[in-house]
């Protein structure tokens, strides 16, 4: 019987103790990987969580690595800022990694944990986890060419994720869902915003032209008084919505034989089944490690998305500077 992938989660704070109780439910159902050993800063932290799954708690990653490591993979969950150095010292470890997004603070940072990983041939997975909503799940392959795509993406003001700006904290989600949607390289942008709760940027919008045609326009707040995630795509005689929060999907359709008195289109509202996102995204980085297959969202993939979102925040910046 072929040995369980050890696993680790450095960071457990609020987003890496989800990660942490995924791998110990996959522990727990023997599918084979075993969750080792977690790991924050916070002392406090560490132990609570690692009480709370029964492993053992860590202050510093470098502890699970060495010449022999005591992991066969990580989830990088830890402060955006460390991404870099924690992936970095995981990969050159021989360990595959899972980031959370954004995959690194610069683009620089991204290109040489690509390219350790492609000389390791390891694994490293961006966690964009919005590719595993069900509802994105059960719509993707309807897609095929959009010729407008529109995405809102709001939420409360929340302390958590200031430490980035919008665009990085929520407008990079549907840059990531939009780019291989288009896969055409972006003929302009132009992108303007503005800082409400924060000294940073809290509501941002920005319009991209591809080259095929395709145009999106994306906004994102984190100051609004509810969530709503939703992105809408139009293509030749049809239209998509699909809503990630509520996890439902619409597909309005050009009758193509109209009878006099009726609506011009078809609509039909979808609920796709059940599903855990992160718990998906999980179980496709342990395969893909498992298997040697390319990860769902690569490091690649990471990088594209945040050299957008990085100059999305490069052009709002130089607006307000234009304007003070």
């Not at 780019?179 to 509501?203: E, F, K, N, Q, Y």
């Not at 297959?293 to 607006?319: F, K, Q």
Request: with cysteine; hydrophobic share 45%; charged share 25%.
């Amino acid at each position: 019987m072929t040995k369980p992938l050890r696993a680790a989660v450095i960071g457990v704070g609020y987003l890496g103790r989800f990660h942490a109780q995924k791998y110990a439910a996959l522990s727990a159902a023997n599918a084979g990987v075993e969750l080792v050993g977690v790991v924050d800063a916070h002392p406090e932290t560490a132990q609570r969580v690692a009480q709370e799954l029964g492993v053992t708690a860590f202050t510093d990653y470098r502890e699970l690595l060495g010449t022999e490591p005591k992991v066969d993979l990580v989830s990088v969950a830890s402060t955006t800022e460390t991404h870099h150095a924690v992936a970095r010292d995981c990969l050159a470890a021989g360990v595959h990694v899972l980031a959370e997004k954004p995959i690194t603070v610069t683009v620089k940072q991204a290109d040489e944990l690509i390219a350790l990983a492609d000389a390791k041939r390891l694994v490293l997975q961006v966690g964009h986890l919005e590719r595993f909503n069900p509802a994105w799940l059960a719509v993707k392959d309807k897609i095929k060419r959009p010729v407008f795509i529109e995405a809102h993406r709001m939420a409360p003001f929340k302390a958590r994720g200031i430490d980035v700006s919008v665009v990085l904290d929520l407008m990079i989600h549907d840059l990531d869902l939009i780019l291989p949607l288009v896969a055409s390289p972006v003929a302009d942008l132009r992108a303007s915003g503005v800082s409400v709760l924060t000294d940073g940027i809290d509501i941002a919008n920005a319009r991209i032209e591809f080259a095929n045609g395709c145009v999106a326009n994306l906004t994102a707040s984190r100051t609004s008084a509810a969530s709503l995630r939703r992105l809408r795509v139009f293509q030749h005689h049809e239209y998509i919505s699909v809503d990630f929060g509520d996890r439902r999907i619409g597909i309005s359709k050009k009758r193509e034989a109209l009878v006099e008195g009726e609506e011009p289109i078809d609509t039909e509202t979808l609920q796709p089944p059940p599903g855990d996102a992160l718990m998906t995204e999980i179980q496709a980085f342990v395969a893909a490690v498992r298997d040697g297959s390319p990860p769902v969202v690569s490091g690649r993939e990471g990088r594209d998305a945040l050299a957008i979102a990085l100059e999305i925040d490069r052009m709002i910046a130089a607006r307000q500077n234009s304007l003070s």
